[in-house]
Structure formats: structure tokens, C-alpha cells
């Protein structure tokens, strides 16, 4: 929906005028700054769904999957700083003032932590996550007492 908004920014001012309404926001460039990060932000989220709602996924698989998400929240973050937009295309494109990036950094550094407390009932169980899906790997002696010895007759 939002990708539709962004796309259609152009044209829905002009039907707008047409039907007697004005939307202001879409003359307004800060707040069009603000749909493209949020467009994009979107995407990645919706991007995450997705493959989590793959069938046949196993509990640490999807630990997997928003591991990776929290690190791209952190890299978006990080190369904001430096003014690197490479990963938010739409909101290089609406070409955010340089003030706008801390603000920006800051909503992805709060969703990386919404994520992270979100996810800490998994790192309860982090050890036993890793001692099923890779046996060969994990610390013995991470590992419950009773299941020790034949983790290493493995």
C-alpha cells in the first residue's frame, strides 16, 4: 500500500484537485522524506514475513531469519550515518537532508531493539537450538548433563 503511495506521490494531488480535496502532505518534502523511509522500512518487514510463513520452517531456522533482519537493522543504522543509502531506494530517492538521517537511524536502532526483546524468549534456549540443528558444532559442555556423552559419540 504504501509502495502504491510513494509510486502514485505525483498523480494523487492532481485527482485530488479533480474531486475538490487537497492532500498538503504530498507538496510537503519533509513528509514525503518520511513516506520513502517508511516505504522501505515496510519492505523489508513484509520481506521478513514472508519467509517466516514458510511452511516446513524449523523453530531455529527462523531464529535464523530475524537474526538476520536485526543485523540489517543495524547496518541500515550504521551506514546512515555516513549518509549510505544503498539498501533504501526509495528513500535515496526522495534525497533526504542530511538532518533527516539521525532521526531515521534512530526509528531503525528502536525497531532493532523492539526486535531484540521480541526474540529473548529464543535466547533462553539458544544452547539447545544450536546443540539440535548442529550437533557436530555445539559446546558439550553447553549442553544438558544427561545428553553429554552422546553428543561426543557423535
Known amino acids: 500500500m504504501l509502495k502504491s503511495v510513494w509510486d502514485l506521490r505525483e498523480e494523487i494531488p492532481d485527482f485530488c484537485v479533480k474531486k475538490g480535496n487537497s492532500l498538503p502532505q504530498l507538496s510537503d518534502a519533509d ?12 519492505a523489508l518487514m513484509n520481506e521478513l514475513n514472508v519467509k517466516l510463513q514458510y511452511k516446513g520452517l524449523f523453530v531455529h531456522e527462523m531464529d535464523n531469519l530475524v537474526k538476520a533482519f ?48 521480541q526474540s529473548k524468549d529464543f535466547k533462553m534456549v539458544e544452547n539447545e537450538m544450536h546443540m539440535i540443528f548442529s550437533p557436530f558444532t555445539c559446546n558439550v559442555e553447553n549442553a544438558p548433563s544427561d545428553v553429554q556423552f552422546e553428543l561426543i559419540d557423535l
Not at 31 to 42: E, H, S
Request: charged share 20%; aromatic share 8%; no cysteine.
Open 70 to 117: 536485526m543485523r540489517k537493522l543495524q547496518l541500515l543504522s550504521s551506514q546512515m550515518e555516513d549518509n549510505i543509502l544503498t539498501h533504501l531506494p526509495t528513500l535515496k530517492e526522495a534525497a533526504p537532508s542530511a538532518d533527516h538521517l539521525p532521526r531515521y537511524s534512530s526509528m531503525l536502532e528502536a525497531l532493532h531493539g523492539e526486535f531484540s526483546w
Open 31 to 42: 513528509w514525503i522524506t518520511d513516506l520513502g523511509f517508511a516505504v522501505d522500512v515496510t
